[in-house]
């Protein structure tokens, strides 16, 4: 069972409940506050492009990356429904071993992204790839689901349905490990009548505060700040998501 393949399609039906404006206004914010004006921006793990076109439509150049060949065609369909001009350049490449040809001023990483990177060493190797293709002085946003949150999510069953597709996530937490597995059963309605079932398996990891702080610091970053699921509030044990931001170091 593989990620974000049979899920693709159903993505966007299935987070609508994601307020995506909320994510796209601190972003602003914090742009409007970085070092140097914010004019490119990469969104890693862009996953369906809803961000990398909102932040189109906002009047910035947006690079997509995604690993998922299925996600970024989805996010191909909606940025050419959208008509963006420029549109959104889309590439299929892992954060670890990201490349681009010119840097950007900023790259935001949105729900979770880097919480599904396998281990200290590919989130080490991914921080690198981003301090490489942000501009020294340049803003590094991104979110991640804390520890203690995997943990209440231990044994949880979710569903989520529309009126073709249903969609079943059991999750188990391997609190010595630091991972959650989130076993996936998709149904989505085919025309002749018939449902269809897809399985996949989605693996994130918790990654401790004082881990990632070393690591920033070591790959590039400093001015870190953490916050709350409010985005301008310190964190607290309750927080369901933690937000960062940071600056790429000045050479």
């Known amino acids: 069972m593989s990620a974000y393949t049979g899920l693709a399609a159903a993505y966007d039906a299935l987070t609508q409940d994601v307020d995506y404006a909320a994510w796209l206004d601190w972003y602003r914010r914090c ?12 969104d890693l793990a862009c996953g369906t492009g809803t961000l990398t076109c909102l932040l189109a439509q906002a009047g910035y150049r947006v690079i997509g990356a995604d690993a998922s060949p299925d996600m970024l065609t989805q996010a191909m369909d909606k940025a050419l429904s959208l008509a963006l001009d420029p549109p959104p350049l889309l ?11 010119d840097p950007v001023d900023a790259c935001v990483c949105s729900l979770d992204g880097l919480n599904y990177l396998d281990g200290p060493p590919a989130l080490e190797a991914a921080l690198r790839a981003v301090s490489a293709a942000v501009r020294p002085g340049g803003v590094f946003l991104f979110d991640l689901i804390p520890e ?12 989520d349905e529309e009126e073709d ?41 918790a990654w401790p505060e004082k881990l ?4 920033l610091a070591e790959c590039g ?26 600056r790429r170091r000045a050479d």
């Open 221 to 246: 970053f400093d001015e870190v700040r953490v916050f709350g699921a409010d985005r301008t509030s310190p964190p607290s044990e309750a927080d369901e998501r933690l937000f960062f931001q940071c």
């Open 91 to 101: 590439i299929c490449q892992p954060m670890e071993s990201l490349e681009l040809s």
């Open 212 to 215: 990632l702080r070393a690591l």
């Open 31 to 42: 742009f409007a506050a970085a070092d140097g004006p914010v004019e490119t921006v990469l």
């Open 165 to 205: 597709t249903l969609c079943l996530w059991r999750a188990d937490y391997d609190g010595a490990e630091r991972q959650m597995t989130y076993g996936l059963d998709l149904f989505t309605l085919q025309p002749d009548g018939r449902w269809l079932r897809e399985q996949e398996e989605h693996v994130e990891r």
């Open 148 to 159: 203690e949150e995997f943990a209440r999510r231990d044994g949880a069953v979710y569903v």
